[in-house]
């Protein structure tokens, strides 16, 4: 059975991310016969500073840059669930990408974006970027709209299946993408 992380792009006080995320990978658990797991990125600190080499290389100095390498590369695709920071997506998901390289090459990669319209500029980003590491990210990028008053309430609560019901369809023609990209990558 495949192991799909599902990535939670936000580290900031009162976000969303973990309650969207876990939303997206129960969706997830009944779309496709894989394994979810939640990754949150404030489980793994990985200064940006730290690693004197080159990711590609794959030698790294630290323990923690190790235990991320495992991490990644263990698992057989991955669901990022990420906020539109300032029209892009938030640095600690970048720093986390960039600590690695060869860990993410040729595996499938699904997007899914939150933000006032939908976070469209974000996915574009991130997609350019999973590119660039080599993986496959599926065509259908889900951009779930976030009322204006939720963005100024500012609470870190939601209850993603009533904020995003519009959203299923493009949810489930995504997981359908991931599973055939799974299923073409053996
Ligand atoms: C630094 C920052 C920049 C933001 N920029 C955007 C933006 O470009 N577009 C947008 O729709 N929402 C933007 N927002 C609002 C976020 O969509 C909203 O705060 C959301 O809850 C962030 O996700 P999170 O709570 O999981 O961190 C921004 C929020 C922050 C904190």
């Not at 936000?10 to 394994?35: D, E």
């Not at 057989?76 to 720093?95: E, H, I, M, R, S």
């Not at 939720?150 to 959203?167: K, M, Q, T, Y």
């Amino acid at each position: 059975m495949s192991t799909i992380l599902v990535i939670i792009g936000s580290t900031r006080a009162r976000r969303i991310g973990p309650a969207i995320a876990a939303w997206v990978a129960a969706l997830g658990r009944a779309a496709l016969p894989a394994r979810f797991e939640l990754v949150d990125l404030r489980d793994w600190p990985l200064p940006m500073d730290a690693e004197p080499g080159i990711p590609a290389m794959g030698a790294y100095a630290f323990e923690q840059t190790r235990a991320w390498s495992r991490k990644v590369g263990a698992a057989d695709a991955f669901v990022f669930v990420t906020p539109q920071y300032n029209w892009g997506y938030p640095a600690p998901l970048k720093n986390a990408l960039d600590h690695l390289y060869r860990e993410w090459s040729g595996k499938p990669a699904m997007i899914v974006t939150y933000g006032s319209h939908g976070g469209g500029k974000c996915a574009d980003q991130l997609r350019q970027v999973l590119e660039g590491l080599h993986m496959a990210p599926v065509a259908t990028m889900p951009g779930l709209k976030l009322g204006r008053d939720r963005v100024e309430a500012n609470s870190g609560l939601i209850d993603p299946a009533a904020a995003f019901a519009d959203h299923l369809e493009a949810l489930d023609e995504a997981f359908a993408d991931l599973d055939a990209a799974l299923r073409r990558a053996g």
